[in-house]
């Protein structure tokens, strides 16, 4: 599938060992109902894509609904996903940030949470975000269409919905969101490199590429 937005912003990477970007969309205050869901104390740290053993790992806080997280999961993360997370060389992890300013933000990552409950989650993260320009402009809620999605994707539709309805994930997209106001996340997307924060204004795969390598040189020369 073809990505359907205009190229509005590009992500941001750093040198020296460490990055990240924040978003030119600022986030509003999260909605007040949102502050209502206590936030999950399971400790889980997101999804992961690559080794368990790999030297770098980026931590990217990102919402379904930001243009700016579709343009990089549609134009960049393909080609770091072939470079850098199948060679190796670096762990991927997604957060969920969403942004009080999109009303579906915690509507989508509460479908990604429950397709990952089914082993789904990137091949849903990845179809929310091909789909952004389809639900994310809609003022009904997209739930409806996350669920053909699911089904599309051959997960247990009764699973799904359930997960849906009981709003099981709530909890841990509240924790994740706090976790990163913690942090200083103040956009998305915004990416961490082994833990270390910094704002640029230069991103790509070949950005994403130089930087890790030249945290892994200096790994070596230790």
């Known amino acids: ?76 993360l393909p080609t770091i996903r072939e470079q850098l997370i199948a060679t190796g060389k670096v762990r991927w992890r997604l957060r969920d940030f969403p942004l009080g300013g999109f009303p579906w933000s915690r509507v989508s990552a509460l479908a990604a949470q429950c397709a990952g409950e089914q082993g789904k989650f990137w091949p849903m993260a990845d179809t929310l975000f091909l789909t952004q320009s389809e639900w994310g402009r809609s003022s009904r809620n997209p739930s409806g269409f996350f669920r053909d999605l699911a089904r599309g994707l051959g997960l247990d539709r009764d699973k799904y919905d359930a997960c849906v309805a009981s709003q099981r994930y709530a909890g841990r997209i509240e924790a994740s969101y706090q976790e990163g106001i913690a942090l200083g996340v103040q956009g998305t997307p915004t990416f961490f490199v082994n833990g270390r924060l910094k704002t640029d204004n230069n991103a790509s795969s070949d950005r994403f590429k130089q930087v890790v390598d030249s945290v892994i040189a200096a790994q070596h020369k230790r």
């Not at 590009?10 to 600022?26: D, N």
């Open 1 to 76: 599938m073809k990505p359907f937005y205009a190229l509005l912003g590009l992500v941001v990477v750093v040198g020296g060992g460490w990055l990240v970007w924040a978003s030119r969309t600022t986030p509003a205050p999260a909605p007040a109902a949102s502050r209502l869901v206590p936030a999950a104390a399971d400790g889980f740290r997101g999804y992961t894509l690559g080794s368990e053993a790999a030297p770098v790992e980026v931590v990217e806080y990102a919402d379904f609904q930001c243009p700016h997280c579709g343009e990089f999961a549609v134009l960049q």
